[in-house]
């Protein structure tokens, strides 16, 4: 890839960003955060990207210009840490990083290009023992032989499978609620498919013999709460036994064939595929089979709870009328072209690629739009490597002419769910958003 096609439209977009941007946008009102464009915005936005907006008629009242969404005040701050490359910081207390929808392009997510999302800090490494068959866990409860077994037993009592599963954190796409919800605000790159090794958590479920009395799992993990209040636990939270003994949810001591990274739960973590990552406890050391709903902390109140029935967004919302995020709902990313790019003089076709999920379901089809919207055509799909493995898609586009384009995609799952225009059903803690995706490229003469 030419490294032109690398830039970023905000370079066209300025000698004095701060400048254009005001220009742009009405920097007086709260609006002005989230980048509506106020009545002249659209020439004020031709100009200023110094292009013509071919499909300038179809731009929805009230659209921030992908191109500019991101632009307001500083560019993104990258992580720098042993391991990883390219990930965008969201917060460093506790640390969380998205991956950038142009790194999300290789069929298995690489361990350096994998998201991170903590709640509390990360374990001393020296907790972790050097041979990790010497690490335990607690399987207790609901259950005829509460047992604890070293990770070594349970790598060799039990079949090791391998697939490849889609771990999604609940509040990916936060940031595409209007007014925003607390949290860390991730656009579509707090979710990763890795290859994942491990023992299916239902073979071990049947060797400790639940009781009729299951029906649900609480998991611990040993990461230090942010307070550093060893009688604080950081994160509990667990799944109804269905899914617990679905034969994807894994007990994985292996990420792409390596040891699982510490940042990503060394030695031992669940993955629990298509359901808000938060229920993949990383540094497992307990699960706990209950006899009710797991309450331990990130199960109530609003944590990664949804609203029942909708309520106007940026109301008072009642907790009791909240359901628990389960499965995540449908998304498609465009990994290729990056957002921003330009492309070379004269050039009008892109092969285009990306991936999309649907959590529990599988992605039946995804369409490209060219137009803000007002025509779609369809990108091929693949089948899943395996369930709950994303698809690639991919779409041939040729751009009528010169000037600013933004490509949107949307993906629509197998019961016919597709992506909305923007987040809906808006919930104080910002789950579920999966607007179409959007990127911006410019077409030069
Ligand atoms: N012990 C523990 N497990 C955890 C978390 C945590 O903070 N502590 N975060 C959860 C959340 S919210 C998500 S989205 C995933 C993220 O996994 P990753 O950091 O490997 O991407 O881990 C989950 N498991
Ligand atoms: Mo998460």
């Given at each position: 890839m030419a490294s032109k096609r690398e830039r970023s439209l905000h370079e066209l977009y300025t000698d004095d960003p701060e400048r254009a941007d005001a220009l742009v946008f009405d920097r007086r009102t709260d609006a002005s955060r989230r980048g509506f464009l106020k009545g002249a915005g659209l020439a004020t936005m031709g100009a200023a990207v110094g292009a013509t907006l071919p499909y300038a008629a179809n731009i929805p009242a009230g659209l921030v210009p992908a191109a500019l969404a991101q632009s307001a005040d500083k560019g993104p701050t990258i992580l720098k840490m042993d391991?990883?490359?390219?990930?965008?910081v969201l917060g460093d207390k506790p640390l969380n990083a998205e991956t950038p929808a142009h790194l999300m392009d290789d069929d298995v997510t690489p361990n350096d290009k994998y998201f991170i999302r903590n709640n509390g800090q990360v374990p001393d490494p020296k907790t972790i023992p050097s041979d990790i068959r010497a690490w335990k866990i607690r399987i207790d409860g609901e259950v005829n032989n509460p047992m604890e077994i070293a990770l070594g037993d349970l790598m060799s009592r039990f079949p090791n499978v391998t697939a490849r599963l889609m771990l999604?954190?609940?509040?990916?796409?936060?940031?595409?609620?209007?007014?925003e919800a607390r949290g860390n605000q991730w656009t579509n790159g707090g979710a990763g498919?890795?290859?994942w090794t491990g023992v299916r958590l239902a073979d071990v479920l049947k060797a400790a013999g639940l009781k009729p009395s299951a029906v649900y799992t609480g998991h611990y993990g040993a990461d230090p709460h942010l307070s550093g209040d060893p009688n604080k636990v950081t994160i509990s939270r667990g799944v109804r036994i269905a899914k617990a003994m679905d034969e994807h949810t894994l007990i994985a001591f292996k990420m792409n064939g390596q040891d699982i990274p510490l940042v990503h739960g060394a030695p031992v973590r669940l993955v629990v595929p298509g359901w808000a990552g938060s229920s993949s406890a990383k540094w497992l050391n307990r699960i706990w089979i209950r006899d009710k709903e797991h309450d331990g902390p990130g199960m109530t109140g609003f944590s990664y709870r949804t609203m029942k029935t909708p309520i106007v967004p940026g109301s008072k919302a009642d907790p009791k009328n909240t359901v628990i995020l389960e499965s995540m709902p449908v998304r498609s990313v465009i990994t290729f072209p990056a957002h921003g790019t330009r492309l070379a003089a004269g050039a009008r076709k892109i092969d285009l690629r990306g991936h999309?999920?649907?959590?529990?379901?599988?992605?039946?089809?995804?369409?490209?739009?060219?137009?803000?919207?007002?025509?779609?055509?369809?990108?091929?799909?693949?089948?899943?490597?395996n369930k709950f493995a994303w698809?690639?898609?991919?779409?041939?586009?040729d751009l009528p002419s010169e000037g600013y384009y933004e490509i949107w995609s949307r993906a629509t799952d197998t019961r016919g769910v597709t992506q909305p225009f923007q987040a809906g059903n808006w919930n104080p803690q910002g789950y579920g958003g999966n607007p179409v995706s959007r990127i911006a490229v410019l077409a030069e003469t």
């Open positions: 391991g990883k490359a390219g990930l965008v999604e954190c609940g509040g990916n796409g936060r940031s595409f609620f209007v007014p498919c890795a290859e999309a999920w649907a959590g529990d379901h599988a992605v039946q089809s995804v369409e490209i739009s060219i137009d803000y919207g007002v025509t779609w055509k369809k990108a091929e799909v693949k089948a899943p490597a698809q690639r898609f991919t779409a041939s586009i």
